[in-house]
């Protein structure tokens, strides 16, 4: 069975702070590895991840693969308050089907 | 503006009541998808359809019925069958084919049990 699984489940930060959210998974066909952000209802896309080793980069947000270890990681610099939201990571596998893991929440303070 | 529109926001069913939530796109996508999403367990696959006239069940297409009579429309039937109905579905569609298959979201509907 196809499993994609986040952590943490949640976490609370400062503005200002740096924060790194993880995502493995474990599929038969992989294809890419995306992430969402979802802050209360449509999920909006960040960045999409199919080659080992090259960051994805998009104003404060990174992301990295790392297809030998089956995880990716996104990093969120200098947090604000806006940035508060779920973060989902999802792997396509075959037949165009996503499969999501449980959502990391990120709570920044002001 | 292009983009998903899912209707309506807010829906309550009564037991025995079948319910219909609608989805459209002006995307000119060819697959479309239906998500469930319950706290806790990120979003899960109901149905998908990749070309008109065509769809699959996904992960957890118990309850649930779909057609796919025109390319911009996918809308889901939660049936009596479904016995816990409460939750926040999704629509998704992308560009069939592609080598970037990047699903764009609806907002999506709350559905309650009365």
């Known amino acids: 069975e196809d499993k994609v699984v986040q952590s943490p489940l949640s976490l609370v930060v400062h503005e200002g702070d740096t924060v790194t959210l993880n995502c493995s998974y474990e599929?038969?066909?992989?294809?890419?590895l995306l992430w969402y952000k979802q802050e209360k209802k449509a999920p909006t896309f960040l960045f999409m991840l199919t080659s080992s080793g090259i960051e994805k980069k998009s104003g404060r947000l990174s992301s990295i693969l790392d297809k030998k270890e089956l995880f990716s990681i996104l990093n969120i610099t200098a947090t604000q308050t806006g940035d508060s939201a779920v973060y989902l990571c999802a792997v396509e596998v075959e037949g165009n089907k996503l499969v999501f893991g449980a959502g990391t929440i990120l709570r920044v303070k002001s | 503006d292009g983009g998903i529109t899912q209707s309506p926001k807010y829906l309550f069913r009564k037991e025995g009541q079948n319910v219909t939530l609608s989805c459209e796109q002006n995307l000119n996508h060819d697959a479309m998808y239906w998500y469930r999403q319950d706290p806790g367990q990120g979003l899960r696959l109901i149905y998908y359809?990749?070309?008109?006239?065509?769809?699959q069940k996904g992960d957890i297409a118990e309850g649930y019925s779909v057609s796919r009579e025109k390319k911009e429309s996918f809308p889901l039937t939660v049936t009596s069958a479904q016995k816990n109905p409460t939750a926040f579905y999704l629509c998704?569609?992308?560009?069939?084919?592609?080598?970037?298959?990047?699903?764009?979201f609806g907002a999506g509907t709350r559905l309650s049990v009365l």
């Open positions: 599929v038969t066909n992989f294809r890419s």
């Open positions: 998704a569609s992308s560009i069939e084919g592609s080598t970037k298959n990047i699903q764009y």
């Open positions: 359809s990749q070309i008109v006239n065509d769809f």
